[in-house]
């Protein structure tokens, strides 16, 4: 069989497009192009695939996936794996959620690849959370069944159980503008809530810049940190997520450049009891720093799916 499987991964602008050899779990020819209009994915993807032989597409991208097809969330448009592999005339194309990517990446991260945000046991044989607050909310679970990763995306961006200690702890009065978890914890929801707050917009960038300048957007920030620190604790002890907690994304990047990370380690830790307390301790929080992690998780899912059928 071909090792050579073509990774891609689309967001909202570009397309990410790398040849991944299973053998040596690698990936070359990485490239960045721009997607203009959507009907220039097909054509595209044909020319690479002159480039070299493969026999299955692993492909990425945000949005609810429903048995092989993403309906994505920051393009009007739906991916079909059936469609595809026709249309690209290959033998298979498997569609993967974006944060399903990420989490399959995670198997494959060496220290090297990481930046400690909190000490604790890292095992990369147990459960782990895969969380991204960006223009929404990613995240993912990936559990081992019978030493086998099976990766979970998840929508919990769209969960509302949160919502009356956000406004508290954000200082909101309750509005439908803030209707779901990612209203908040996220990019768009920290512009959002300085702008409910103060009246003024301010993009999220511009909020994570004024830190210590702006005292909104440091008590804004700060509360950030809280809040994700609680919810994370929460979903912790829910999934038992021992393996540890993996962000990434570049706002917990700037994030990390700042105190904030303190106040979401110092929540995070905190519980009323002392052994549910020693568990959340234990559980690690790094930074993913490796470049392309969808790419490689797209590879280590056309490994692994072997083993799910």
Same mark, same amino acid.
């Given at each position: 069989? &071909?090792?050579?499987?073509?990774?891609?991964?689309?967001? =909202?602008?570009?397309?990410?497009?790398?040849?991944?050899?299973?053998?040596?779990?690698?990936?070359?020819?990485?490239?960045?192009?721009?997607?203009?209009?959507? +009907?220039?994915?097909?054509?595209?993807?044909?020319?690479?695939?002159? +480039?070299?032989?493969?026999?299955?597409?692993?492909?990425?991208?945000?949005?609810?996936?429903?048995?092989?097809?993403?309906?994505?969330?920051?393009?009007?448009?739906?991916?079909?794996?059936?469609?595809?592999?026709?249309?690209?005339?290959?033998? =298979?194309?498997?569609?993967? &959620?974006?944060?399903?990517?990420?989490? %399959?990446?995670? /198997?494959?991260?060496?220290?090297?690849?990481?930046?400690?945000?909190?000490?604790?046991?890292?095992?990369?044989?147990?459960?782990?959370?895969?969380?991204? /607050?960006?223009?929404?909310?990613?995240?993912?679970?990936?559990?081992?069944?019978?030493?086998?990763?099976?990766?979970?995306?998840?929508?919990? =961006?769209?969960?509302?159980?949160? +919502?009356?200690?956000?406004?508290?702890?954000?200082?909101?009065?309750?509005?439908?503008?803030?209707?779901?978890?990612?209203?908040?914890?996220?990019?768009?929801?920290? =512009?959002?809530?300085?702008?409910?707050?103060?009246?003024?917009?301010?993009?999220?960038?511009?909020?994570?810049?004024? %830190?210590?300048?702006?005292?909104?957007?440091?008590?804004?920030? &700060?509360?950030?940190?809280?809040?994700?620190?609680?919810?994370?604790?929460?979903?912790?002890?829910?999934?038992?997520?021992?393996?540890?907690?993996?962000?990434?994304?570049?706002?917990?990047?700037?994030?990390?450049?700042?105190?904030?990370?303190?106040?979401?380690?110092?929540?995070?830790?905190?519980?009323?009891?002392?052994?549910?307390?020693?568990?959340? +301790?234990?559980? /690690?929080? &790094?930074?993913?720093?490796?470049?392309?992690?969808?790419?490689?998780?797209?590879?280590?899912?056309?490994?692994?799916?072997?083993?799910?059928?």
């Amino acid at each position: 069989m &071909n090792s050579n499987k073509l990774l891609l991964d689309l967001g =909202g602008t570009n397309l990410r497009i790398g040849f991944g050899d299973q053998d040596s779990l690698s990936i070359d020819q990485i490239s960045k192009i721009k997607i203009s209009k959507d +009907n220039e994915i097909i054509s595209i993807i044909k020319s690479e695939l002159c +480039n070299k032989e493969v026999d299955e597409i692993i492909f990425s991208a945000a949005g609810p996936k429903k048995g092989n097809s993403i309906l994505m969330t920051n393009r009007s448009l739906t991916l079909d794996g059936s469609e595809l592999s026709k249309a690209l005339n290959v033998r =298979g194309c498997y569609m993967l &959620n974006d944060w399903e990517s990420i989490g %399959y990446c995670l /198997p494959l991260l060496q220290d090297d690849d990481l930046h400690q945000i909190k000490s604790g046991t890292r095992n990369t044989s147990q459960t782990s959370l895969a969380v991204g /607050p960006g223009t929404g909310l990613g995240f993912s679970i990936l559990r081992y069944i019978n030493e086998v990763p099976y990766v979970f995306a998840t929508e919990l =961006g769209n969960a509302k159980s949160f +919502n009356q200690y956000l406004f508290k702890i954000f200082g909101l009065e309750e509005s439908d503008n803030f209707s779901v978890l990612e209203s908040f914890i996220s990019g768009t929801g920290i =512009g959002k809530i300085y702008a409910a707050r103060s009246g003024q917009e301010k993009s999220p960038e511009a909020i994570v810049d004024s %830190y210590n300048s702006d005292e909104l957007s440091t008590e804004i920030l &700060n509360s950030f940190g809280k809040a994700l620190g609680r919810i994370l604790a929460d979903l912790s002890l829910t999934s038992m997520s021992t393996g540890g907690i993996y962000f990434a994304g570049s706002l917990m990047r700037a994030l990390n450049e700042l105190e904030v990370m303190k106040y979401l380690t110092k929540e995070y830790d905190d519980h009323n009891s002392s052994h549910h307390q020693e568990i959340l +301790n234990n559980i /690690p929080m &790094n930074l993913i720093t490796k470049q392309h992690t969808p790419l490689y998780g797209n590879l280590n899912y056309s490994i692994v799916r072997r083993l799910h059928e």
